[in-house]
T-cell receptor, first 113, second 115 residues
Framework: AQSVTQPDIHITVSEGASLELRCNYS??????LFWYVQSPGQGLQLLLK??????LVQGIKGFEAEFKRSQSSFNLRKPSVHWSDAAEYFC???????????FGKGTMLLVSP | SQTIHQWPATLVQPVGSPLSLECTVE??????LYWYRQAAGRGLQLLFY??????ISSEVPQNLSASRPQDRQFILSSKKLLLSDSGFYLC??????????????FGAGSRLTVL
């Protein structure tokens, strides 16, 4: 079975600074990987996904993530954070033939002025 | 693209009362449908999923049940609510992408408070 670890429960970043949110997964083969964002009281919105091919994937809102097989990681990055990026971010893993995704517990991003 | 409607958006119910949360999907046919529950600090917990009408898989045994009476309708129910049923319930729709991966689209959620 797959599992996902997001080591950071909360992260505070200054507006304009760079951001990296960590995600580690456990799965025996190449997984499908996702990052979602959730604003307070709202549903989840897909930021980006990785299925295969180029290990650096671009998403919406200026986010990108890099799949590193050797480290079992799929970290989310953004070069310059905006106050509107404050939200909770979830990493998720899926696999071929599986109908479900497994989510991490989330990282809450706070953006300071 | 698909749109997911969930209602009610907010619900306050006494312990022991019944529950019905409804989810409908527009813009697609024969989707996979999911109910997740979100509690503070615990991430998303998959409760049920369905790959077709009348087909329900339960991930966590508990006080809840799910039904899929129509292709694009997914209902979460309880006969008697417990305090521990409080939470934020999210319906999601999954469509097969490359290699059969399910890309999930989420509804706006239903906030349930059991008193």
């Amino acid at each position: 079975a797959q599992s996902v670890t997001q080591p950071d429960i909360h992260i505070t970043v200054s507006e304009g600074a760079s951001l990296e949110l960590r995600c580690n997964y456990s799965y025996g083969a190449t997984p499908y990987l996702f990052w979602y964002v959730q604003s307070p009281g709202q549903g989840l919105q897909l930021l980006l996904k990785y299925f295969s091919g180029d290990t650096l994937v671009q998403g919406i809102k200026g986010f990108e993530a890099e799949f590193k097989r050797s480290q079992s990681s799929f970290n989310l990055r953004k070069p310059s954070v905006h106050w509107s990026d404050a939200a909770e971010y979830f990493c998720a893993v899926g696999a071929p033939g599986y109908s479900t995704l497994t989510f991490g517990k989330g990282t809450m991003l706070l953006v300071s002025p | 693209s698909q749109t997911i409607h969930q209602w009610p958006a907010t619900l306050v119910q006494p312990v022991g009362s019944p529950l019905s949360l409804e989810c409908t999907v527009e813009g697609t046919s024969n989707p996979n449908l999911y109910w997740y529950r979100q509690a503070a600090g615990r991430g998303l917990q998959l409760l049920f999923y369905s790959v077709g009408i009348g087909q329900i898989s339960s991930e966590v045994p508990q006080n809840l049940s799910a039904s899929r009476p129509q292709d694009r309708q997914f209902i979460l129910s309880s006969k008697k609510l417990l305090l521990s049923d409080s939470g934020f319930y999210l319906c999601a729709c999954g469509l097969a992408g490359v290699g059969g991966a399910n890309v999930l689209t989420f509804g706006a959620g239903s906030r349930l408070t059991v008193l």
